[in-house]
């Protein structure tokens, strides 16, 4: 019965985080240990009017690992992709693909349904969105940036040059990718200039 506490969270990824609407292509890319939490965003998808489809694979062995050529294949025809995987495909040539053809991308990586029954998926994304995206602005508009805790890290990096990123969990244009349900704003900092101690 687990899967009725994730209705709530699943309605939140399908309609506000990936923004889903009636008669759009969407394609869930599943692997076997993922795919319960699959099942519940297909007919939380079927229920808004939207063409769903669901591609099963064999889990991933690691992070970054090329999904099947099948499914890659039909990654380039969806208006709107959402991964729950155990592994991540994110940051591989299938998803390049994806994004170049203008798919909305939702990384949903090690979900399950009670993830998305907990709380986090009971934050307002559209409320933190500005938020996330004026701190990926500021990354891109530093020269350098310092981080420090009250434990005692104090870190400086050159950011001199390098864009800020943004993964709001909301995608809702051609192209766009994110993750949830982290919200998140990053920069990848000039290599060999961070110093300090963490």
């Known amino acids: 019965m687990k899967e009725i506490l994730a209705m709530k969270g699943a309605r939140v990824i399908v309609e506000i985080c990936a923004s889903i609407k009636k008669g759009e292509k969407v394609l869930i890319v599943t692997d076997f240990e993922a795919v319960s939490s699959a099942q519940i965003l297909a007919g939380i998808t079927y229920t ?3 063409d769903v489809e669901m591609c099963i694979m ?3 062995e690691l992070d970054g690992q090329e999904p099947t050529a099948c499914v890659a294949a039909a990654m380039k025809k969806a ?3 959402l991964i729950p995987v155990s592994k991540s495909i994110s940051h ?3 998803m390049k693909g994806a994004l170049t053809e203008g798919a909305r991308v939702l990384s949903l990586t090690a979900s399950s349904e009670e993830l998305i029954a907990s709380e986090a998926y009971k934050a307002d994304f559209k409320k933190q969105r500005p ?3 004026k ?3 500021l990354f891109t508009q530093a020269n350098e940036v310092t981080i420090t805790t009250p434990a005692g890290t104090n870190l400086v990096a050159s950011a001199k040059g390098r864009k800020g990123n943004a993964h709001s969990c909301i995608v809702d244009h051609p192209g766009q990718f994110s993750a949830a349900p982290n919200i998140e704003a990053n920069f990848s900092p000039v290599e060999d200039t961070m110093e ?3």
């Open 48 to 50: 808004i009017g939207a």
């Open 79 to 81: 208006e709107v992709i």
């Open 135 to 137: 701190v990926a602005q």
């Open 131 to 133: 938020v996330c995206e």
């Open 58 to 60: 064999i889990p991933r």
């Open 196 to 198: 300090g101690i963490l």
């Open 92 to 94: 591989t040539e299938a």
